[in-house]
């Protein structure tokens, strides 16, 4: 039976579920708040369902470790929405989290996604819960499959708990790495108005918000009314010196003085002095003999080509030493372009839940949300118009008529192929519109049941997005084409003239418009599912009743992207394009839940309960299989409690890891090529290998991105099996308000669905000690001589997904909580920390086959051994004071980059390690019944992010592109909120 039949039966009775899953308390205080919070009265204090369990309880002491944000550490700290409170979290903020800093950049769920990854797993290992349901992904372009937390309204939720370990066994599928769980308020006593800005200091990334929540509360329940909007605007490069001013970032070795900046400074005798990741243009080169042209500044023409002179090749200054830096701008156009995207958000947020005194007493529950996301990503790039058939046009002339015949109206000023290098606009816009509606009943069954519960769950999602912006067509640019083959009877010369001394100094909107147009892509996602469980108590033993919780998923879901008509013609010129992906799937799963207290009351043993879960799945696009997970929560005595859990988990590949439909993107020869200057490698395989290939010890790489295809894996693909475990101790001693949690966990994921990376295949292919080798076969390079522009390089990669071997992360999570009232005022204190030991991953039963010479990447860039945040807060009276902080440890890419090496010929020292970040934050409230407002600092020393030299991570000017690091900068905020 599929899910769409299940839901419409539930839809006809307009059944609407109590939170199946979700604890339904709301709020804060527990003696063991580390775990979970308390509910927020004593009716609701009887039993409830907490995160991570299916059985309802009436302690909340979880067999597995629960970290638990609430809405007023969130508030305290300034944040503005809901994706900064989860991915600043100690278990998500180690690992690189995509959001509004990756625009320009291919990612799964498209420009202006904010996603989460725990564990370093990756967003579709982390499952997304909204009071227990599972809503269903948004985004835009072929890649969608994880939630977006964009959609999630900051104004209603009261808390966040994050399960962190695997539990599929209780939540399906995706639940890999752990649980979010984001628990809303459930009623609303009096009308609220809320109002917050922030504004960094040095300007750029300035964000507002409004939202207003209002509550309806009657003797059987309550209904929620709520809308927000926020506002960010952009940070562009040019706002921060650390982004705005690119250096390649080396030393001399011995004497440690800069080295980049006298060799490759653009900008010698400014205070700039930027010498690397500029877009280089302004820029005419000989195909042939690889000369470069520039434009004369003050119009004298050196050589033959007039208003004109050649461009010193080498190092960047003429034998003279006086520097030739006007073929390459900077500041006025690349500094444009959005270190964090601009972006606008409206949401409208809907909830009921009703008593009624039917068959035992029913609970019914409603949610609706919608959510409208505007993303805008301004950036630019280059565009290589080329003469591409130099044989059918007579010496001299660069263009052609429809017909073939030579165009004598359009001269080329070059006796030779040129290639032009100018600079163009890379902007985007990104609209996701996003539904989620979901409703059910909770009751009991009466009778001899009276002791059993029953709940239906019925939830349908659907998220709708555009994405477009003006592309250049290779219809509509003539002979101009990247690849250099010219199309018959496409040729058209257009009006304005490229080669004049004067068109490359800068950008011109007119030739821009006569070989662009507005492209648009579609992207629909849909998702529905419907849950039916039952629990209660089977029997009792001396220590208690034995529980038992049955229960029947079935959900199905689809996706469907249809790109632009000229992306999926291939007319899209050097912007990534995409064919159609289109494809759906369901499953059916069964799960069960037992615990069995074993023994309580008795010395060592203030009670013994072992939990046990299971659950069986059939996947029309995989097949079936099954999940299990086992439990110990042992209180020794009532300050010292002992846990473990061990179990696996499984996640089915996405839609999109199925069906994606082919995807071009670029990536930098740089980036991707061992085999660039390979002479000068401390790596004796790649040395061999390269050689092997016929390339060059001083091989510089060709001028072009290579050409990055991947698609998806249907046929192919397997399912991915995970294993976990935990053990926990958890001291909360009586001589002390102290909470202590020390949990180590361990998982291990199999038959990892990903795709290589193209430095990965590359690194595969010359990196092992097997040459050629099945890496080799995912690659090309231009076989060229003639072109020395091209030559070598690295043309095309494949790039697919399939199964590799393994992912391993293993450490350990410290929670400490410390809450006391002394005669000057109550204060708290509360440290989360991360503790990766090792972060483990194996393309292949080797790792020695992708040319590393470890597999284990934990203290990477991106990958922090150590991550941590917390807060002091005191309060007295109406007055609160905090200071919260947030730590990432130093990490180092010593293994893919060599910290001492060459640079243009003699020797040097690259940075290669990312020191620690340590950032504080200062705030102020004043609160009484009526109204609260909050003033401070984010980032109050505005600590910088770390540098690094070019060549050792994907950079965002100097600094690591990994998500962790604050890009703003100091920043004031204030929070005004009104009751009425």
């Given at each position: 039976?599929?899910?769409?039949?299940l839901?419409?039966?539930?839809?006809?009775?307009?059944?609407?579920l109590?939170?199946?899953?979700a604890?339904?308390?709301?709020t804060?205080?527990?003696?063991?708040?580390?775990?979970a919070?308390?509910?927020e009265?004593?009716?609701?204090?009887?039993?409830?369902?907490?995160?991570?369990?299916l059985?309802?309880?009436?302690?909340?002491?979880?067999t597995?470790?629960?970290?638990?944000?609430?809405?007023?550490v969130a508030?305290?700290?300034?944040?503005?929405?809901t994706?900064?409170?989860?991915?600043?979290?100690s278990?998500?903020a180690g690992s690189?989290?995509?959001n509004?800093?990756?625009?320009?950049?291919?990612v799964?769920?498209?420009?202006?996604?904010?996603s989460?990854?725990?564990r370093?797993?990756?967003?579709n290992?982390?499952?997304v819960?909204?009071?227990?349901?599972?809503?269903?992904?948004?985004?835009?372009?072929?890649?969608?499959?994880?939630?977006?937390?964009?959609?999630?309204?900051s104004?209603?939720?009261t808390?966040?708990?994050?399960?962190?370990d695997?539990?599929?066994?209780i939540?399906?599928?995706?639940?890999?790495?752990?649980?979010?769980n984001?628990?809303?308020?459930?009623?609303?006593?009096?009308p609220?108005?809320?109002?917050?800005y922030?504004?960094?200091v040095?300007g750029?990334?300035e964000?507002?918000?409004?939202d207003g929540?209002?509550?309806?509360?009657?003797?059987?329940?309550n209904?929620?009314?709520a809308g927000?909007?926020?506002?960010r605007?952009?940070?562009s490069?040019?706002?921060?010196?650390?982004?705005s001013c690119?250096?390649?970032?080396?030393?001399?070795?011995?004497?440690?003085?800069?080295i980049?900046?006298?060799d490759?400074?653009?900008?010698?005798?400014?205070?700039?002095?930027?010498?690397?990741?500029?877009?280089?243009?302004?820029?005419?080169?000989?195909?042939?003999t690889g000369?470069r042209?520039?434009?004369?500044?003050?119009?004298?023409?050196?050589?033959g080509?007039?208003?004109?002179?050649p461009?010193?090749?080498?190092r960047?200054?003429?034998p003279?030493?006086?520097?030739?830096?006007?073929?390459v701008?900077?500041?006025?156009?690349?500094?444009?372009?959005d270190?964090?995207n601009?972006q606008?958000?409206?949401?409208?947020y809907g909830s009921?839940n009703?008593?009624?005194?039917?068959?035992?007493?029913?609970?019914?529950?409603?949610?609706?949300l919608?959510?409208?996301?505007k993303?805008?990503?301004?950036?630019?790039?280059?565009?290589?118009?080329?003469?591409?058939?130099?044989s059918?046009?007579?010496?001299?002339?660069g263009?052609?008529?429809?017909?073939?015949?030579?165009?004598?109206?359009?001269?080329?000023?070059?006796?030779?192929?040129?290639q032009?290098?100018?600079i163009?606009?890379s902007?985007?816009?990104?609209?996701?519109d996003y539904?989620?509606?979901?409703?059910?009943?909770?009751?009991?069954?009466?009778?001899?049941l009276s002791?059993?519960?029953w709940?239906?769950?019925?939830?349908?999602?659907?998220?709708?997005?555009?994405?477009?912006?003006?592309?250049?067509?290779i219809?509509?640019?003539?002979d101009?084409?990247?690849?250099g083959a010219?199309?018959?009877?496409t040729?058209?010369?257009?009006?304005?003239?490229?080669?004049?001394?004067?068109?490359?100094?800068?950008?011109d909107?007119?030739?821009?418009?006569e070989?662009?147009?507005?492209?648009?892509?579609?992207?629909t996602?849909?998702?529905?599912?419907?849950?039916?469980?039952?629990?209660g108590?089977?029997?009792?033993l001396?220590?208690?009743?034995?529980?038992?919780?049955?229960?029947?998923e079935?959900?199905?879901f689809?996706i469907?992207?249809?790109?632009?008509?000229?992306?999926?013609?291939g007319?899209?010129?050097?912007?990534?394009?995409a064919?159609?992906t289109q494809?759906?799937?369901?499953?059916?799963?069964?799960?069960?839940?037992?615990?069995?207290?074993?023994?309580?009351g008795?010395?060592?043993?203030?009670?013994?309960?072992?939990?046990?879960?299971?659950r069986s799945?059939n996947?029309?696009?995989?097949g079936t299989?099954?999940?299990?997970?086992?439990?110990?929560?042992?209180?020794?005595?009532?300050?010292?409690?002992?846990?473990?859990?061990?179990?696996?988990?499984?996640r089915?590949?996405?839609?999109?890891?199925?069906?994606?439909?082919?995807?071009?993107s670029?990536?930098a020869?740089?980036s991707i090529?061992p085999c660039?200057?390979?002479?000068?490698?401390?790596?004796?395989n790649?040395?061999?290998?390269?050689?092997?290939?016929g390339?060059?010890?001083?091989?510089?790489?060709?001028?072009?991105?290579?050409?990055?295809t991947s698609?998806g894996g249907?046929?192919?693909?397997e399912?991915?099996t995970?294993?976990?475990?935990?053990?926990?101790v958890i001291?909360?001693?009586?001589?002390?308000?102290?909470?202590?949690?020390?949990?180590y966990?361990s998982?291990?994921?199999n038959?990892?669905?990903?795709?290589?990376?193209?430095?990965?295949?590359?690194?595969?292919?010359?990196?092992?000690?097997?040459?050629?080798n099945?890496?080799c076969d995912?690659?090309?390079?231009?076989?060229?001589?003639?072109?020395?522009l091209?030559?070598?390089?690295?043309?095309?990669v494949?790039?697919?997904?399939?199964?590799?071997?393994?992912?391993k992360t293993?450490?350990?999570?410290?929670?400490i909580?410390y809450?006391?009232?002394?005669?000057?005022g109550?204060?708290?204190v509360?440290v989360?920390a991360?503790?990766?030991?090792?972060d483990?991953?194996?393309?292949f039963?080797?790792?020695a086959?992708?040319?590393?010479?470890?597999?284990?990447f934990?203290?990477?860039?991106?990958?922090?051994?150590?991550?941590?945040?917390?807060?002091v807060s005191?309060?007295?009276?109406?007055?609160?004071?905090?200071?919260?902080?947030?730590?990432i440890?130093?990490?180092?890419?010593?293994?893919?980059?060599d910290e001492?090496?060459?640079?243009f010929?003699?020797?040097?020292?690259?940075?290669v390690?990312?020191?620690?970040?340590?950032?504080?934050?200062?705030?102020?409230?004043?609160?009484?019944?009526?109204?609260?407002?909050?003033?401070?600092?984010?980032?109050?020393?505005?600590?910088e992010?770390?540098y690094?030299?070019?060549?050792v991570?994907?950079?965002?000017?100097n600094i690591?592109?990994?998500?962790?690091y604050?890009?703003?900068?100091?920043t004031a905020?204030?929070?005004?909120?009104?009751?009425?």
């Amino acid at each position: 039976m599929t899910t769409s039949l299940l839901l419409s039966g539930v839809a006809a009775s307009t059944l609407l579920l109590a939170p199946a899953y979700a604890q339904e308390a709301e709020t804060t205080t527990a003696p063991e708040a580390i775990e979970a919070p308390a509910a927020e009265d004593s009716k609701r204090m009887e039993r409830v369902v907490v995160t991570g369990s299916l059985l309802r309880r009436d302690e909340f002491s979880s067999t597995s470790p629960i970290q638990v944000i609430t809405a007023e550490v969130a508030t305290l700290e300034g944040l503005v929405d809901t994706a900064e409170i989860i991915q600043g979290s100690s278990v998500a903020a180690g690992s690189v989290q995509l959001n509004n800093q990756f625009g320009g950049f291919v990612v799964e769920g498209g420009t202006g996604i904010n996603s989460v990854s725990l564990r370093g797993l990756g967003a579709n290992r982390s499952l997304v819960l909204m009071n227990g349901r599972r809503p269903g992904p948004a985004g835009t372009r072929g890649q969608v499959g994880s939630f977006d937390l964009n959609v999630l309204p900051s104004s209603v939720i009261t808390r966040v708990d994050i399960l962190k370990d695997g539990a599929s066994s209780i939540y399906g599928s995706d639940a890999v790495a752990g649980v979010v769980n984001v628990i809303t308020r459930t009623s609303i006593d009096r009308p609220e108005l809320t109002v917050q800005y922030n504004q960094p200091v040095e300007g750029g990334g300035e964000s507002f918000v409004i939202d207003g929540a209002y509550g309806l509360n009657f003797d059987t329940g309550n209904i929620v009314l709520a809308g927000q909007y926020t506002k960010r605007k952009d940070l562009s490069l040019a706002d921060r010196d650390y982004l705005s001013c690119p250096q390649d970032y080396v030393f001399d070795p011995d004497t440690g003085a800069r080295i980049d900046r006298e060799d490759r400074s653009i900008h010698a005798g400014t205070n700039l002095s930027c010498s690397s990741g500029n877009l280089y243009h302004n820029t005419i080169i000989d195909a042939f003999t690889g000369e470069r042209y520039i434009p004369s500044p003050d119009g004298v023409t050196v050589g033959g080509l007039e208003g004109y002179r050649p461009r010193a090749n080498g190092r960047y200054d003429d034998p003279d030493g006086v520097a030739f830096y006007e073929d390459v701008i900077n500041s006025e156009y690349a500094n444009t372009a959005d270190a964090i995207n601009a972006q606008d958000v409206f949401t409208l947020y809907g909830s009921s839940n009703f008593d009624f005194n039917i068959l035992g007493g029913i609970t019914w529950d409603t949610e609706l949300l919608y959510s409208s996301r505007k993303t805008k990503s301004e950036g630019w790039r280059q565009f290589f118009p080329r003469i591409s058939d130099a044989s059918l046009v007579p010496f001299g002339l660069g263009y052609t008529n429809a017909d073939g015949t030579p165009d004598t109206t359009y001269t080329n000023p070059f006796a030779s192929l040129v290639q032009p290098v100018l600079i163009a606009p890379s902007n985007s816009e990104i609209n996701v519109d996003y539904y989620h509606f979901a409703t059910g009943l909770d009751g009991t069954f009466g009778g001899f049941l009276s002791d059993w519960n029953w709940s239906l769950d019925a939830v349908t999602s659907k998220s709708e997005g555009t994405y477009g912006g003006d592309s250049i067509l290779i219809s509509k640019s003539g002979d101009w084409n990247h690849s250099g083959a010219r199309g018959a009877g496409t040729a058209v010369a257009p009006t304005y003239d490229i080669f004049a001394p004067g068109a490359l100094f800068g950008y011109d909107q007119s030739w821009y418009d006569e070989v662009s147009e507005y492209q648009e892509g579609k992207t629909t996602y849909e998702q529905s599912m419907f849950t039916a469980v039952a629990a209660g108590p089977i029997f009792e033993l001396p220590a208690g009743d034995v529980g038992l919780a049955v229960g029947i998923e079935a959900r199905e879901f689809s996706i469907d992207d249809q790109p632009s008509e000229a992306s999926i013609n291939g007319d899209l010129w050097g912007s990534s394009s995409a064919l159609v992906t289109q494809g759906d799937d369901d499953v059916v799963e069964y799960f069960a839940e037992l615990e069995v207290p074993i023994l309580k009351g008795v010395p060592a043993f203030e009670e013994l309960t072992v939990n046990a879960s299971a659950r069986s799945f059939n996947y029309a696009s995989y097949g079936t299989g099954d999940v299990w997970k086992a439990g110990l929560n042992w209180q020794i005595i009532p300050s010292l409690r002992v846990r473990g859990s061990k179990g696996t988990s499984y996640r089915a590949p996405a839609l999109y890891e199925l069906y994606l439909g082919n995807q071009t993107s670029f990536a930098a020869q740089r980036s991707i090529d061992p085999c660039i200057d390979w002479g000068d490698s401390t790596n004796a395989n790649i040395r061999a290998n390269c050689a092997a290939d016929g390339i060059p010890e001083d091989f510089a790489g060709s001028g072009s991105s290579a050409l990055v295809t991947s698609g998806g894996g249907a046929g192919n693909l397997e399912a991915e099996t995970s294993e976990s475990e935990t053990i926990g101790v958890i001291f909360t001693p009586t001589f002390a308000d102290l909470s202590i949690a020390i949990d180590y966990f361990s998982i291990e994921v199999n038959d990892q669905v990903s795709r290589l990376g193209s430095a990965s295949i590359l690194g595969g292919c010359y990196g092992s000690e097997n040459f050629p080798n099945a890496f080799c076969d995912l690659f090309t390079r231009t076989n060229n001589p003639s072109d020395a522009l091209e030559h070598l390089g690295v043309e095309t990669v494949t790039d697919s997904f399939l199964n590799v071997n393994q992912q391993k992360t293993s450490g350990f999570d410290y929670t400490i909580r410390y809450n006391h009232d002394f005669d000057f005022g109550g204060m708290i204190v509360e440290v989360q920390a991360t503790q990766t030991i090792d972060d483990i991953s194996l393309l292949f039963d080797s790792n020695a086959e992708s040319g590393f010479d470890t597999d284990d990447f934990s203290g990477t860039i991106g990958d922090p051994e150590w991550v941590a945040n917390g807060r002091v807060s005191l309060q007295r009276g109406d007055w609160t004071y905090s200071w919260l902080f947030d730590y990432i440890h130093e990490t180092s890419n010593a293994i893919y980059a060599d910290e001492f090496s060459t640079y243009f010929g003699r020797d040097a020292r690259y940075v290669v390690d990312a020191d620690a970040s340590l950032t504080h934050d200062l705030t102020v409230r004043y609160q009484n019944d009526d109204w609260s407002i909050i003033g401070g600092f984010q980032n109050i020393t505005d600590e910088e992010p770390p540098y690094i030299s070019t060549g050792v991570a994907t950079r965002r000017g100097n600094i690591p592109l990994v998500g962790g690091y604050d890009l703003r900068g100091r920043t004031a905020f204030v929070t005004v909120n009104r009751k009425f």
